[in-house]
Nanobody
Framework: QVQLVESGGGSVQAGGSLRLSCAASRYTSCMAWFRQAPGKEREGVAQSHTASGSTYYVDSVKGRFTISRDTAKNTVYLQMDTLKPEDTAMYYC?????????????????WGQGTQVTVSS
C-alpha cells in the first residue's frame, strides 16, 4: 500500500502560480496529477515515470505546468504557472508501482485525498 498526501492548493488570481506537492509513503515508479472540476470527469494533467524518464502533459497545460520528482523524498510536485480560471478543480495525486498508460485512471491503484485549486478572473 501507498499513502499519498497532497498539499499546496489554494486560491489565486488568474496569471498567478501555485506549487502542489504530493508526498508518498514509499517509492513508486509512476506518479501523476489528475484534476476534477465540478460536474466534469476526472482528467489527467501531468505524469512522470522515473524508469523511462518520460513525462506527459495534457495539451491544455503544456508550457504552463511542470511536473517534477524528488525520489529521495518520494515526492512529486506540480508547478503551475500562468493559471487560468479553467484550471479551477480538485487536484489529485496518483501513484503506481508499474508503468501506467498516460492518464489512464484504472492504471493507478493509489490516490490522495485531493487539494483544491481555485483561480479567479
Amino acid at each position: 500500500q501507498v499513502q499519498l498526501v497532497e498539499s499546496g492548493g489554494g486560491s489565486v488570481q488568474a496569471g498567478g502560480s501555485l506549487r502542489l506537492s504530493c508526498a508518498a509513503s514509499r517509492y513508486t515508479s509512476c506518479m501523476a496529477w489528475f484534476r476534477q472540476a465540478p460536474g466534469k470527469e476526472r482528467e489527467g494533467v501531468a505524469q512522470s515515470h522515473t524508469a523511462s524518464g518520460s513525462t506527459y502533459y495534457v495539451d491544455s497545460v503544456k508550457g504552463r505546468f511542470t511536473i517534477s520528482r524528488d525520489t529521495a523524498k518520494n515526492t512529486v510536485y506540480l508547478q503551475m504557472d500562468t493559471l487560468k480560471p479553467e484550471d479551477t478543480a480538485m487536484y489529485y495525486c496518483a501513484a503506481s508501482f508499474t508503468y501506467a498508460r498516460p492518464f489512464k485512471i484504472d492504471d493507478y491503484p493509489f490516490w490522495g485525498q485531493g487539494t483544491q485549486v481555485t483561480v479567479s478572473s
